[in-house]
């Protein structure tokens, strides 16, 4: 591998009212999907020969369209989904911050080992995103693409560019973020949250947990 693309999943009527969906399968809206649709007419053209995703909803759904121009299925691998968030799912920040005001001040406290209520750690996410990561590796493909979500997308850049300020990375609703390898074999940033694509379609941005307060 090469070359790695890191596509955030298109919009879902969640993210229009920020509300925050760990797990929970919430669909595309149409705006998302029109999202997708745009990113499809131009992913052909930039090489990708491997396609993987998360197996929520909103990430299947998006690499489906990607997979129609690609002319590929996709490859779903449960470890890329979004951290699992538990009694957190289905609220907006505001109602985390005054429902759960305790664990929502022993999260900043420990942002990477704190396990949500009901859900997981971040340290928990990573530990799968990068066996995935691993396994994606192995399986060859010069120019792999990636539906995946915040958190995850976040951790993998954090590994491979070497780089803890990966977490503070935008990364809005059908975004595309590229890294590739040099000759010395380091991985380097080429585009950060790019939305060129979309070719004017709003993208949202909602930050993670630890960047809102």
Same mark, same amino acid.
């Given at each position: 591998?090469?070359? $790695?693309?890191?596509?955030?999943?298109?919009?879902?009527?969640?993210?229009?009212?920020?509300?925050?969906? /760990?797990?929970?399968?919430?669909?595309?809206?149409?705006? /998302?999907?029109?999202?997708?649709?745009? $990113?499809?007419?131009?992913?052909?053209?930039?090489?990708?020969?491997?396609? #993987?995703?998360?197996?929520?909803?909103?990430? @299947?759904?998006?690499?489906?369209?990607?997979?129609?121009?690609?002319?590929?299925?996709?490859? #779903?691998?449960?470890?890329?989904?979004?951290?699992?968030?538990?009694?957190?799912?289905?609220?907006?920040?505001?109602?985390?911050?005054?429902? #759960?005001?305790?664990?929502?001040?022993?999260?900043?406290?420990?942002?990477?080992?704190?396990?949500?209520? /009901? /859900?997981?750690?971040?340290?928990?996410?990573?530990?799968?995103?990068?066996? @995935?990561?691993?396994?994606?590796?192995?399986?060859?493909?010069?120019?792999?693409?990636?539906?995946?979500?915040?958190?995850?997308?976040?951790?993998? $850049?954090?590994? $491979?560019?070497?780089?803890?300020?990966?977490?503070?990375?935008?990364?809005?609703?059908?975004?595309?973020?590229?890294?590739?390898?040099?000759?010395?074999?380091?991985?380097?940033?080429? @585009?950060?949250?790019?939305?060129?694509?979309?070719?004017?379609?709003? @993208?949202?941005?909602?930050?993670?947990?630890?960047?809102?307060?």
């Amino acid at each position: 591998m090469k070359r $790695l693309i890191l596509i955030r999943p298109g919009e879902t009527s969640w993210n229009r009212f920020g509300r925050w969906q /760990g797990w929970v399968n919430v669909p595309l809206n149409e705006h /998302g999907r029109q999202q997708a649709r745009r $990113l499809a007419r131009h992913i052909r053209s930039i090489g990708v020969n491997m396609l #993987y995703s998360s197996d929520l909803r909103r990430a @299947a759904e998006t690499a489906a369209i990607l997979a129609e121009s690609l002319g590929f299925a996709p490859i #779903y691998d449960a470890r890329l989904r979004e951290r699992h968030i538990g009694n957190w799912q289905g609220l907006t920040m505001d109602e985390i911050v005054d429902w #759960y005001p305790e664990e929502y001040q022993a999260f900043l406290k420990n942002v990477d080992g704190f396990q949500v209520p /009901g /859900g997981e750690s971040r340290a928990e996410v990573r530990a799968r995103a990068l066996a @995935a990561l691993d396994d994606i590796q192995g399986r060859g493909g010069s120019t792999v693409a990636v539906v995946s979500h915040t958190t995850a997308i976040h951790i993998l $850049l954090a590994k $491979l560019l070497d780089d803890e300020s990966m977490f503070s990375l935008p990364l809005s609703n059908m975004s595309v973020t590229t890294i590739a390898q040099n000759a010395d074999g380091q991985w380097k940033m080429i @585009a950060a949250n790019d939305v060129l694509h979309l070719e004017g379609l709003e @993208a949202q941005h909602v930050p993670e947990l630890e960047d809102e307060r």
